[in-house]
């Protein structure tokens, strides 16, 4: 009479499957309440610094937030889900007086909700009206934001522009 023997990776394969199984059966699926995004207007400017020429920026990042409640077995603390606009953000060149272009429109961010938070992007610009990402530079936007912590709402904020410090 044969018997017939299971295989190690069969057995961990198994565990591994009921293990997973249980894992997501006990956290569900992560859920959080839904909230309509409010919209502020942020004044931005600043300077970049750099070759071919400095650039002085000026206008208004459209910021979206968007308050996120966990309501999962895991019981997160209330966050905020922040989108940043700058296509009303421009700059002239400080030698040559050339309009640039800021990118980066749409970028997303996942912050804990607290009641002040400093909120620093990374950004494309480039020489012209329209986004060139073959020239492109790079500039840091840094935004000191307040926010109402029942509903997410920027309440108040400033941003201000400048170079990147790149270590040498």
Same mark, same amino acid.
């Given at each position: 009479?044969?018997?017939?023997?299971?295989?190690?990776?069969?057995?961990?394969?198994?565990?591994?499957?009921?293990?997973?199984?249980?894992?997501?059966?006990?956290?569900?699926? +992560?859920?959080?309440?839904?909230?309509? +995004?409010?919209?502020?207007?942020? +004044?931005?400017?600043?300077?970049?610094? @750099?070759? +071919?020429?400095?650039?002085?920026?000026?206008?208004?990042?459209?910021?979206?937030?968007?308050?996120?409640? /966990?309501?999962?077995?895991?019981?997160? $603390? $209330?966050?905020?889900?922040?989108?940043?606009?700058?296509?009303?953000?421009? @700059?002239?060149?400080?030698?040559?007086?050339?309009?640039?272009?800021?990118?980066?429109?749409?970028?997303?961010?996942?912050?804990?909700?607290?009641?002040?938070?400093?909120?620093?992007?990374?950004?494309?610009?480039?020489?012209?009206?329209?986004?060139?990402?073959?020239?492109?530079?790079? @500039?840091?936007?840094?935004?000191?934001?307040?926010? /109402?912590?029942?509903?997410?709402?920027?309440?108040?904020?400033?941003?201000?522009?400048?170079?990147?410090?790149? $270590?040498?």
């Amino acid at each position: 009479m044969k018997m017939r023997r299971l295989s190690v990776s069969s057995v961990v394969l198994s565990f591994l499957v009921v293990v997973l199984s249980g894992l997501v059966w006990w956290a569900g699926t +992560p859920a959080r309440a839904a909230f309509a +995004p409010t919209v502020a207007l942020i +004044p931005v400017s600043g300077m970049v610094s @750099g070759q +071919p020429e400095s650039v002085k920026f000026s206008g208004k990042a459209q910021v979206s937030s968007e308050l996120v409640l /966990d309501t999962s077995k895991f019981n997160l $603390p $209330p966050a905020v889900i922040l989108v940043f606009d700058l296509s009303n953000v421009s @700059g002239i060149g400080s030698s040559t007086g050339s309009k640039y272009v800021a990118g980066g429109n749409g970028t997303n961010v996942y912050r804990q909700l607290v009641s002040n938070d400093t909120v620093e992007i990374t950004f494309p610009f480039s020489r012209g009206t329209t986004m060139s990402m073959s020239s492109a530079r790079s @500039g840091i936007l840094s935004f000191a934001l307040s926010f /109402d912590m029942n509903t997410g709402a920027i309440t108040t904020g400033a941003a201000n522009i400048a170079g990147p410090a790149f $270590p040498f």
